[in-house]
């Protein structure tokens, strides 16, 4: 290139072009300053985004902070190597264009890179000066950007670079950087809008290609703002343009409609150039792309929020189980204070038959009461951790309902309650349930409407099939209605959360875990049902629940099955205890002392002979080493040392046919459901839960 191309593109930095440069720069979100290119390098003009991004408040701030030099600029370990750099592109480019990266220490202390374009250039006034566009990298170092994305970035800015004219320098650099487009506007001696330009990269922005598509009118832009920002931005505009003093910055961000019709998100920052009256002449700004920035704090602070729910959930959950904890402790030391209280009792008084009597009778109820808290503490431990199934099978609906009232006679002859169940509009009864899981839903239900509503009062059961169940299901509603104490509006919200319980057992005079309205939702939950309540303090309860069911086909229906032991029904009455087992003989397999000598008592006092395995091991070596016949059931314990029962009832299962035909009944505290299906794929004839309930073994022993 000749001189003369070279003096084409020198920046003519006058007392007449610095305001234009300076209301150009002085607003823009993008940094800019000019040093001396001498040995001092002193600034001789910074705009506002530099100050801020050195975390300056003030430019006599930023001149205290950086010395107003270049070199207070550059971190000290990247200064040599910058300056070194930059002489060399300079010598080298015909262009006089030079780029760095490097590292700036904020009034903060913090670190930054940054993105260094720099124009070398002679000027009438200022002499030999540096105009240096910089751009915040901080994040794409974070990011470790791959080297040879980079280098392309970098070239392509370097190119981009070498193709600028010197009257668009200044703004080519900036739309180039922040990748923006521009707007322009021009006023008469009136103040009145002559014209309005828009720059193609805007166009493109808002996906339109040229003047026909966009014309050069304010409508073009305006038409497209956002409703709900529509008001506040023509505000900000016009007030900008009526600001005679010239100290209102025009910077606002909202969305515009696309062409294809879709609103991205924008930052326009603009400013007057003014008359001496303060009419404006030129209204200059640019559009900067933000949807991206917008959606990252969108998502940011969308997980800060659900972060702080999960924390508040986390801390209520800490003082539910706290509270939780300190019922339990009193719950069950209830009951276990009667169990020893009598117990101390009946052995003081052990000749006073009919008072001995009395005592068992209460320990017996406390132990009942104890097993039950222990049950649903479990219960709610089984479904949290996923290990509770439905298991389906084919039942009658009326049957299940008529059942309830049987298993609540006790409780509601005990308390004086008129109870009733009624049923409408049911004409499907068979249908495919979990009746284990149903009975325990509704017995929740009405066990505690029964528990709250006080003698004299009512709880009214009505259960309807709905007409609106889809092809193959039918659809029931039970509605369960008390005259009880009723519940607040505040614990009505949360009465299925775990651990909720709105009075102590000492304040109600009724105890319970505070779980089972959880482990009722639970299971209604699992059915894919619905289950909601409305009280009133003083008015009573009502709670709805509705499922639905599937209908057994014509072709393949359920057939009714039994209960958990593998043979007999939970129903079904035992015959009064008596010796009924003279001539047999009974294989304990038990590791506990204790529960060895409760078994054998209980077997023996019924006629059995006895015989006691200490674990697993010794029973299967028992069954081998005896003749066929002489055992006639295997009471089996699951958890014990060297073998368990599970591997112990295979062992046996695996001997020659005489011996492995022996029954087997798991005799164990492993009591749900899984425990009661792996014992029967162990190759057990079913299962009997610890505390032993006296009627089923009855029921085994019988059978024998």
């Not at 940011?300 to 402790?329: G, I, P």
């Not at 397999?589 to 002979?609: H, K, S, Y």
Request: net charge negative; glycine share 6%.
């Amino acid at each position: 290139m000749n001189m003369q191309g070279k003096e084409d593109l020198l920046l003519i930095l006058n007392e007449q072009t610095f305001p234009i440069i300076e209301q150009i720069t002085m607003g823009m979100p993008g940094m800019f300053f000019i040093y001396h290119a001498d040995e001092k390098e002193e600034l001789v003009y910074t705009n506002n985004a530099l100050i801020q991004m050195y975390g300056c408040d003030t430019l006599e701030d930023f001149k205290e902070y950086t010395g107003y030099t270049f070199r207070g600029l550059v971190h000290p370990d990247d200064l040599e190597r910058v300056e070194q750099s930059i002489a060399h592109q300079i010598m080298n480019s015909e262009n006089n264009l030079d780029y760095e990266e490097y590292r700036i220490i904020c009034k903060d202390g913090s670190i930054r890179w940054v993105e260094d374009y720099g124009h070398f250039v002679h000027t009438d006034t200022y002499g030999d000066v540096f105009y240096v566009f910089l751009e915040d990298a901080t994040e794409r170092y974070l990011n470790m950007q791959k080297a040879a994305q980079v280098e392309e970035l970098l070239e392509e800015k370097r190119k981009a670079l070498e193709k600028l004219e010197h009257e668009t320098t200044a703004l080519r650099i900036i739309h180039e950087i922040l990748e923006s487009g521009m707007w322009s506007m021009e006023f008469d001696e009136n103040g009145r809008m002559e014209s309005v330009f828009w720059s193609d990269e805007f166009r493109r922005m808002v996906g339109y290609k040229d003047e026909i598509d966009f014309p050069n009118v304010l409508e073009s832009w305006s038409d497209l703002l956002h409703e709900d920002e529509k008001e506040h931005v023509l505000s900000e505009y016009y007030s900008t343009i009526e600001d005679r003093t010239g100290k209102k910055i025009y910077d606002v961000e909202y969305r515009l409609l696309t062409k294809n019709r879709e609103y991205r998100w924008f930052r326009a920052a603009g400013k007057l150039s003014r008359r001496g009256d303060g009419t404006p002449i030129s209204y200059i700004g640019i559009f900067v792309d933000i949807t991206e920035s917008k959606r990252m704090d969108r998502e940011f602070r969308e997980q800060k929020r659900m972060l702080e729910d999960a924390l508040k959930q986390a801390q209520r959950s800490n003082r539910a189980k706290t509270v939780f904890l300190n019922n339990m402790s009193h719950d069950i030391r209830t009951p276990m204070n009667a169990i020893i209280g009598f117990t101390d009792l009946a052995v003081s008084r052990i000749d006073n038959k009919e008072a001995v009597a009395d005592y068992l009778s209460k320990i017996m109820t406390s132990s009942r009461h104890l097993l039950s808290l222990i049950n649903n503490v479990l219960d709610m431990s089984h479904i949290e951790s996923g290990k509770v199934h439905l298991e389906e099978k084919e039942y009658n609906i009326l049957d299940i309902i008529h059942e309830q009232a049987a298993m609540v006679q006790a409780d509601v002859g005990a308390r004086q309650i008129d109870f009733s169940i009624e049923t409408r509009d049911i004409v499907h009864e068979e249908v495919i349930c979990d009746k284990l899981r149903l009975n325990q839903i509704l017995l929740n239900v009405v066990g505690n409407a029964l528990k709250f509503t006080p003698p004299k009062g009512s709880v009214r059961v009505y259960v309807a099939e709905k007409a609106d169940a889809p092809d193959g299901y039918a659809c029931y509603e039970f509605r369960i209605r008390d005259t009880g104490i009723g519940m607040s509006r505040d614990f009505l919200k949360d009465i299925f959360e775990p651990f909720e319980r709105e009075r102590t057992s000492t304040v109600s005079k009724t105890q319970g875990t505070g779980l089972g309205m959880a482990i009722t939702k639970s299971f209604v939950d699992m059915m894919k049902g619905t289950i909601t309540a409305e009280s009133e303090v003083g008015k009573g309860t009502e709670f709805k629940i509705v499922l639905s069911f599937r209908l057994p086909d014509e072709t393949g229906r359920f057939s009714k099955k039994e209960e958990a032991d593998g043979i007999y029904a939970e129903d079904e009455k035992a015959d009064d205890a008596g010796s009924f087992g003279e001539g047999k003989t009974i294989l304990l397999a038990e590791d506990n002392e204790l529960n060895q000598e409760i078994a054998v008592a209980v077997l023996e006092e019924r006629g059995f002979a006895v015989d006691v395995a200490d674990d697993g091991a010794i029973a299967v070596e028992k069954i081998r080493e005896a003749e066929p016949g002489t055992y006639d059931l295997i009471l089996m314990d699951i958890q014990m040392p060297v073998m368990n029962g599970y591997e112990a009832a295979e062992k046996i299962r695996e001997l020659d046919e005489e011996r492995s035909r022996v029954p087997i009944f798991a005799m164990t505290a492993n009591a749900f459901d899984e425990d009661k299906k792996q014992a029967l794929e162990a190759g057990m004839n079913g299962h009997i839960g610890k505390p032993i309930e006296m009627d089923k073994l009855d029921r085994i022993l019988k059978s024998l």
